[in-house]
T-cell receptor
Framework: DAKTTQPTSMDCAEGRAANLPCNHSTISGNEYVYWYRQIHSQGPQYIIHGLKNNETNEMASLIITEDRKSSTLILPHATLRDTAVYYCIVRVAINFGNEKLTFGTGTRLTIIP | ETGVTQSPTHLIKTRGQQVTLRCSSQSGHNTVSWYQQALGQGPQFIFQYYREEENGRGNFPPRFSGLQFPNYSSELNVNALELDDSALYLC??????????????FGAGSRLTVL
């Protein structure tokens, strides 16, 4: 699975959009981009995933560049409850060997009141 | 639908002891994975079970073993505990299908302290 690079930490004002970048320059054509987050003392929570097109769900939007070498997770109106560590992960679309996810150290996002 | 539940939530063991951690999968899920998360680090993949068989393993020694039961629940067993085994152990379940997308549902974890 491709390696990802994320900033160690970021701050965002409450009510503003939080934009979390991720570089995955070695991504292959059959690899999805996944985002999970982990709020303190809880297990990771799935947010969103995409392959080529931009994606949006009730939690966030995912913008993937045309060359797929980077992506941005957007939380449109950040709240204090969005304070968490955010993990960007890339993995093959179909791997019946296992569904292993390779987590890095993620971005610690702090929402400022 | 119920989520992933893990037990116990916290436990303390001493070096050399053995521990069993338990996980109930989310309803409808047929695959279970276990992850180890040391303090300040991201989760690290231990292994995965599908149809009651180990179906992928990370870089962990054989003293880490597991089981999956017919109801898809699972156990993680660690023998001969070492101090470095102190960590949060996370269980995740998922539904294997052909679409390619893989969404894991994680439990809250079992925090193990080895003294």
């Amino acid at each position: 699975d491709a390696k990802t690079t994320q900033p160690t930490s970021m701050d965002c004002a409450e009510g503003r959009a939080a934009n979390l970048p991720c570089n995955h320059s070695t991504i292959s054509g059959n690899e999805y981009v996944y985002w999970y987050r982990q709020i303190h003392s809880q297990g990771p929570q799935y947010i969103i995933h995409g392959l080529k097109n931009n994606e949006t769900n009730e939690m966030a939007s995912l913008i993937i560049t045309e060359d797929r070498k980077s992506s941005t997770l957007i939380l449109p109106h950040a709240t204090l409850r969005d304070t968490a560590v955010y993990y960007c992960i890339v993995r093959v679309a179909i791997n019946f060997g296992n569904e292993k996810l390779t987590f890095g150290t993620g971005t610690r996002l702090t929402i400022i009141p | 639908e119920t989520g992933v539940t893990q037990s116990p939530t916290h436990l303390i063991k001493t070096r050399g002891q053995q521990v069993t951690l338990r996980c109930s999968s989310q309803s409808g899920h047929n695959t279970v994975s276990w992850y180890q998360q040391a303090l300040g680090q991201g989760p690290q993949f231990i292994f995965q079970y599908y149809r009651e068989e180990e179906n992928g393993r990370g870089n962990f020694p054989p003293r880490f073993s597991g089981l999956q039961f017919p109801n898809y629940s699972s156990e993680l067993n660690v023998n001969a505990l070492e101090l470095d085994d102190s960590a949060l152990y996370l269980c995740a379940s998922s539904l294997r299908h052909d679409s390619g997308a893989n969404v894991l549902t994680f439990g809250a974890g079992s925090r193990l302290t080895v003294l």
